[in-house]
């Protein structure tokens, strides 16, 4: 039924965020029409959290929140940095490393180093 979800990231620096991706990220991508630059995007996995952990400015509605996962958070980090990435600090979330990248266009996009089960590691709950 479902085979696929469509991640939209809204930006004030359209193209200097889809050359981000490109470059510096190293997405694979294809060319939609016009310079209009899809991304594919490694295997992915969905949480629910509870309403309470919406921000207030949010104003409780349904949030929607990208993070990418990597293996090593440490040497992931360095790989970015060295690519000019603006990278915050590391913190330990207990589920995981976690830091966020600043972007082009502003605002920032969460990685972090998964330390939680998961489907993409296990297999559990995958259907056969």
């Known amino acids: ?29 294809v060319d939609a029409g016009g310079g209009w630059l899809i991304f594919a995007l490694p295997p992915a996995e969905v949480a629910i959290h509870p309403a309470d952990e919406v921000p207030a400015q949010q104003g409780g509605r349904m949030l929607h929140q990208l993070y990418l996962m990597c293996d090593s958070l440490e040497s992931t980090v360095s790989e970015l940095r060295a690519r000019g990435v603006e990278v915050g600090p590391i913190t330990d979330q207990g589920w995981g490393l976690l ?13 972090y180093e998964p330390r939680h089960p998961s489907p993409l590691r296990t297999g559990t709950g995958v259907p056969g």
């Open 1 to 29: 039924m479902i085979n696929g979800a469509h991640v939209i990231l809204f930006t004030g620096d359209p193209e200097g965020l889809r050359a981000w991706f490109r470059d510096v990220l190293g997405m694979p991508w």
């Open 99 to 111: 830091t966020a990248l600043t972007v082009p266009g502003g605002g920032e996009l969460g990685l």
